[in-house]
């Protein structure tokens, strides 16, 4: 899709479809207003005749109206003026989307970027109006061998601006967009890969790739080198797959390198069945969304790279699969991870922060400003926050605020949860210096718990996104999150943000 920015009056328009907004209760918006009278009150004797409200998630397309240069106008409910928020402004432009592909339509101008968004800058609106567009059109149908083209010949979208001096700051907004867009796409693709072609290697072969077009330095640690390091808890989680494990390490340098890293950390397990501890069968089949942390570092890496951002920022991706096998790890069997602690490992199942304690510890090489890992780490935080917020933890304030500001403000949510020293006492093992469970309740908890004895010699936040990172169900897919939560924090720290 390509996309422009245009200021201008929506009836000199020549395209083939103008997008306009209506408030409830039939209240139009200004594009909405001079159509209108352009058209000698078109389009509010039609609202008038009762066809469109102005609810939220309605739309209503016209055709050759007289007085428009253009061959449709297709209207847009957006609910209670005094109410609209951000998400509703997002809501407003998916529903346009989704509409646009359901017509003719090769291109279109979209006037719901003049809108007010509370406190919102125009950057904001069109920053957040590109990676809405991009993400509502969005397919994954690669291995369909009949795809639907049914409609959707919608090639070229243009956002208005409502003045000509605002067309500088809509333009970085949209180049921030697209950027963000093309990193959430990264990591849905990821994501929705099935674990028999998406693989711990596959991902060493796709981080190669991104490097070499992007200019990134690439390191894959392979088993051998792992074992030279002491990685034991990690190549415990690889030791039951026929698959070889990596530790993919990407580093993108847009500042002076005296300048510490940003590191990110994403779990990669490209399948978790959970190992010896093995898992239920019901939907066993969304464990290929285990790497999703793994993905949106990917993601934020492309994303920030194509921005040029003056920053340092490190990728580390511990991939590897859990399977069940003779050689696989059992319950009870103790492993000394690189930090020199030692762990007992009384289910397999909790994987993710065996193969993360290694890759936390390996992140102090690089003498980090901040760590952030990225984990679809725990049925108990979809628990805990269901479907809409991802988890936080950290025990540095300052860093908790920053990533709760940049979620507030890429509408990609986080909530804080607890680190306190009472939850570290579940930890305790007989045998080792701590097991790998803290038991039944507060287990994203527990686990963010075990993470932080990792994690001691710099400042840490972790992000659970069992719950955030694909949805299930009749539009079952990777989301993409938290790219935007991340993108607008590396924005923030990089001073981009309008
Ligand atoms: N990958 C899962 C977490 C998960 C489960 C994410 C379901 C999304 C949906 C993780 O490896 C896991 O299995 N965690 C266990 C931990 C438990 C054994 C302490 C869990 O959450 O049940
Ligand atoms: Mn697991
Ligand atoms: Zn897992």
């Known amino acids: ?37 352009s058209t000698d009150g078109y389009i509010s004797g039609v609202l008038r005749r ?7 998630g309605t739309t209503l397309l016209l055709h050759n109206i007289p007085g428009t240069l253009s061959e449709r106008v297709l209207l847009v409910g957006l609910g209670k003026e005094k109410d609209f928020r951000e998400k509703d402004f997002l809501a407003a432009v998916r529903t346009a989307i989704k509409a646009l592909h359901d017509t003719g339509a090769f291109d279109a101008s979209i006037f719901l970027t003049e809108i007010a968004v509370k406190k919102r800058s125009v950057a904001w609106r069109i920053r957040q109006a590109t990676i809405a567009a991009l993400d509502a059109s969005y397919r994954f149908d690669q291995f369909k061998s009949k795809k639907d083209e049914s409609r959707r010949p919608l090639r070229k979208l243009t956002f208005a601006v409502s003045r000509r001096n605002e067309l500088a700051q809509a333009e970085q907004g949209l180049a921030q967009g697209l950027a963000i867009a093309e990193g959430v796409a990264l990591s849905k693709n990821l994501g929705n890969l099935p674990a028999n072609i998406c693989h711990p290697t596959y991902l060493a072969e796709q981080a190669q790739a991104m490097a070499e077009e992007l200019k990134l330095e690439c390191n894959i640690l392979e088993r051998a080198d792992m074992e030279k390091l002491g990685m034991h808890s990690l190549l415990s989680v690889a030791q039951g797959s026929r698959q070889p494990p990596k530790l993919i ?24 069945t959970g190992g010896i501890s093995l898992k239920p069968a019901a939907e066993m089949d969304e464990m290929k969304y285990d790497m999703c942390g793994a993905a949106t570092v990917l993601g934020t890496l492309r994303a920030t790279a194509r921005l040029a951002l003056p920053i340092n920022l490190t990728v580390i991706v511990p991939a590897t699969e859990n399977m069940p096998d003779a050689m696989a790890t059992r319950p009870g069997d103790i492993v000394t991870s690189m930090s020199g602690q030692t762990i007992e490992i009384l289910n397999t199942d909790a994987e993710g922060r065996l193969i993360l304690c290694d890759a936390l510890t390996y ?3 690089f003498d980090p400003d901040t760590v952030i890992d990225v984990a679809t780490l725990t049925g108990a935080c979809v628990v805990a926050l269901g479907h809409v917020a991802s988890g936080l933890f950290s025990d540095k304030d300052t860093l908790a605020r920053d990533l709760l500001d940049a979620a507030e403000d890429s509408c990609d949510r986080a909530w804080r949860m607890p680190l306190w020293d009472d939850y570290q006492e579940l930890l305790k093992s007989p045998f080792a210096d701590m097991g790998n469970i803290g038991g039944r309740w507060g287990g994203s908890i527990t686990a963010a718990c075990f993470l932080s004895r990792f994690t001691k010699k710099y400042a840490w936040a972790h992000l659970d996104i069992a719950g955030t990172a694909w949805k299930s169900g009749a539009d079952k897919g990777a989301t993409g999150r938290p790219v935007p939560l991340l993108m607008h924090y590396l924005l923030q720290r990089a001073g981009k943000l309008n």
């Open 363 to 365: 992140a102090e090489r």
């Open 249 to 272: 390490v990407l580093s993108y340098k847009g500042a002076k390198s005296s300048e510490k890293p940003i590191v990110l950390v994403g779990k990669g397990v490209t399948f978790d």
């Open 1 to 37: 899709m390509e996309f422009s920015i245009k200021s201008g009056s929506p009836e000199k328009q020549r395209s083939a479809c103008i997008v306009a907004g209506v408030f409830e209760a039939r209240r139009l918006t200004l594009a909405a207003e001079i159509l209108d009278k």
């Open 50 to 56: 009762g066809d469109m409200e102005g609810k939220a």
